[in-house]
């Protein structure tokens, strides 16, 4: 009987597990790229990068 558990554990396959791990990890980089376009998109965000690199050029600029 354990050599017939053994061999269906080898016959077992998870081939689909990646296939979901790739959908799943899919579906979460669209969230947080969807979020972090929201975020830079936002006034006071735009507000602080600009300024920044105002301040950069200021810097540069002697």
């Known amino acids: 009987m354990s050599k017939f558990l053994s061999r269906l554990g080898r016959l077992r396959s998870e081939r689909g597990m990646t296939t979901a791990e790739y959908a799943v990890g899919t579906v979460a980089a669209c969230g947080f790229g969807g979020i972090l376009y929201k975020l830079l998109t936002s006034e006071p965000v735009?507000?602080?990068?600009?300024?920044?690199?105002?301040?950069a050029f200021g810097v540069i600029g002697g």
Do not use: G, R, T
């Not at 735009?46 to 301040?55: A, H």
């Open 46 to 55: 735009q507000n602080l990068l600009s300024s920044v690199i105002e301040k």
